[in-house]
């Protein structure tokens, strides 16, 4: 009896972990719709401003920016900036609400990227979710 009490348990176990772990995959999925905007946690005080000029664009429901050399970058907007969904598509947006990007469309943003030893620290200086794809480029401000 008790060995199949145990052989109970174990499958009463296993049917809970399976169902449990379906549910909470579920849960931590985000819509097919949303947008991962990262930005600054606090103001910038300016920075780097190296040039990069290339298409905004969406990747794995993140904002990237398709250099004009062939690289991929996710942007850390400054803190003041946000984004909206336009007539047009998904938007950024300045502190006054101009619209200074648009996905599909060509930006030029000055700053500069976070090395490998900076990853470590982003998520002290950065909102969002930092499974975008990588490198960042920390934009101080856009052309």
Known sequence: MTKLRLLTYT?????LTVGCTGMFAASETQA?????FLSN??????????LLTGTLELSQNCLVIEA?????YSP????EYSYKRGAS?????DVSGEVVARVGERVGVGGSG???VAYSELNKHV??????????WNVVGVE
């Open 127 to 136: 909102f969002g979710n930092l499974n975008c794809p990588k490198p960042f």
């Open 11 to 15: 499958l009463a176990l296993s049917v």
């Open 68 to 72: 004009d050399f062939g690289t991929s």
């Open 32 to 36: 097919a719709d949303d947008v991962y």
């Open 41 to 50: 946690k606090q103001p910038s005080g300016g920075g780097d401003a190296a």
């Open 89 to 93: 598509g998904v938007e950024v947006v």
């Open 76 to 79: 850390v907007w400054p803190y």
């Open 114 to 116: 976070f090395g490998p």
